[in-house]
């Protein structure tokens, strides 16, 4: 199974951009990237998932390189209430099997 | 449109009792998942079932057991509670086992005294 590597925590004020970057060196050819949202005392929830370079939902944007070694979730514009732990997946879409989940990425928006 | 329910939210045990943790699902999903999340870290899968009738271990699954007797109906037991399974325990459903399709539930906080 792959794994996956991303910053501990990162802080950021209202109203910027936040780039998350997470790293997958181990990638399978058939692996896609999935990111979810947790916030505290809550279930993890589906934020978004791509295979390949750029994917655009109402919440964010998810940048992958060509050699997919890498990806980049963006946050356009953050709020206060996009505090939360950011946990990037890498796993077969078409499979069932145990996804690794990381300790994620602790963002703290500031006023 | 529930989600995925939870029961209880919150549970006191004290070490040597036993308990059930309840996760239903009216989404009609087929898979059913049972993690646990230590604090700081990421969720470990426990067990999880594919369909009615079926469950399979995860990565840590000493010390429980499950149940799927009703499709909409995943059950955590917890034989013999310790110590070391103080937690917070979700669970979540999915149509398949893509991983974008995960619905989870808003957690069990378990303290074994």
């Known amino acids: 199974l792959a794994k996956t590597t991303q910053p501990i925590s990162m802080d950021s004020y209202e109203g910027q951009e936040v780039n998350i970057t997470c790293s997958h060196n181990n990638i399978a050819t058939n692996d896609y990237i999935t990111w979810y949202q947790q916030f505290p005392s809550q279930g993890p929830r589906f934020i978004i998932q791509g295979y390949k370079t750029k994917v655009t939902n109402e919440v964010a944007s998810l940048f992958i390189p060509a050699d997919r070694k890498s990806s980049t979730l963006s946050l356009p514009r953050v709020s206060l209430s996009d505090t939360a732990v950011y946990y990037c997946l890498v796993g077969d879409p078409g499979s069932n099997y145990q996804l690794i989940w990381g300790a994620g990425t602790k963002l703290i928006i500031k006023p | 449109n529930a989600g995925v329910t939870q029961t209880p939210k919150f549970r006191v045990l004290k070490t040597g009792q036993s308990m059930t943790l309840l996760c239903a699902q009216d989404?009609?999903?087929?898979?059913m998942y049972w993690y646990r999340q230590d604090p700081g870290m990421g969720l470990r899968l426990i067990h999880y079932?594919?369909?009615?009738?079926?469950?399979a271990k995860g990565e840590v699954p000493d010390g429980y057991n499950v149940s799927r007797l009703k499709k909409q109906n995943f059950l955590l037991g917890l034989e013999s509670a310790a110590p070391s399974q103080t937690s917070v325990y979700f669970c979540?459903?999915?149509?398949?086992?893509?991983?974008?399709?995960?619905?989870f539930g808003s957690g069990t906080r378990l303290t074994v005294v």
């Open positions: 979540a459903s999915s149509p398949s086992g893509r991983i974008y399709g995960y619905t």
């Open positions: 989404m009609n999903h087929e898979y």
């Open positions: 079932s594919v369909g009615e009738g079926t469950t």
